[in-house]
Each structure stands twice: as C-alpha cells, then as structure tokens.
Nanobody, 119 residues
Framework: QVQLVESGGGLVQPGGSLRLSCAAS????????MGWYRQAPGKQRELVAT???????NYVDSVKGRFTISRDNAKNQVYLRMNTLKPEDTAVYYC?????????????WGQGTQVTVSS
C-alpha cells in the first residue's frame, strides 16, 4: 500500500500562484510514476500532469506553460507549481502514484486538496 497526503490548496485570485505538495509513504518501492489529477464540480476527473521516476513529464494542454510538476525521489514527494491560475482551474486536486508489482499496475490516490481561483 502507498499512502498519499496532499497539501497546499486554497483560495487564490486569478493570475495568482499556488504550490501543491504530495508526500508518499508505505510501500513506495516500485512506484514508477506520480501525478496530479483534478475534478471540478459536475465533471470527470482529468489528468493534469505526471512525472516518471526518470523525470519525464506530461501535461494536459490547458496547463502547459503555466504548471510545473517536479519530484524529490529521496523524500518521496511530488509537487505541482501552478502559475497564472484561472477560474477554470478551480477543482479538487488529487495526487496519484502508480506502482508496478510484477506485471500488475496499482494506482493509489490521496484525499484531495481544494483549489479555488476566484476574485
């Protein structure tokens, strides 16, 4: 099992910045990628950004150039720096860890942290 705890959400004005953090604990060996997803009211959860253990990153088009994902493998933490925030970025943000055990992938989720972008 992998436990994930997010922090850093809050209320911010349009154009502002926030940094989300996610700390992983438990059976972190075999975690091949971590990422951030978000879910706005009435919408499906969507991928925001992912980063592999090797440092390769992937972003949804709507956040490219504004958000940056990074990780500290030694601390088992992943971060999401969000700049130039827009009202449409408002959502609950979830940390994800994908672990490979044998030939099976396991996905783990944090409890979520609310990000609200509003004036």
């Amino acid at each position: 099992q992998v436990q994930l705890v997010e922090s850093g959400g809050g209320l911010v004005q349009p154009g502002g910045s926030l940094r989300l953090s996610c700390a992983a604990s438990g059976t972190t060996g075999g975690v091949i990628a971590m990422g951030w997803y978000r879910q706005a009211p009435g919408k499906q959860r969507e991928l925001v950004a992912t980063i592999t253990s090797g440092g390769s990153t992937n972003y949804v088009d709507s956040v490219k150039g504004r958000f940056t994902i990074s990780r500290d493998n030694a601390k088992n933490q992943v971060y999401l720096r969000m700049n130039t925030l827009k009202p449409e970025d408002t959502a609950v943000y979830y940390c994800n860890a994908r672990r490979l055990s044998g030939v099976t992938f396991y996905d783990y989720w944090g409890q979520g942290t609310q990000v609200t972008v509003s004036s």
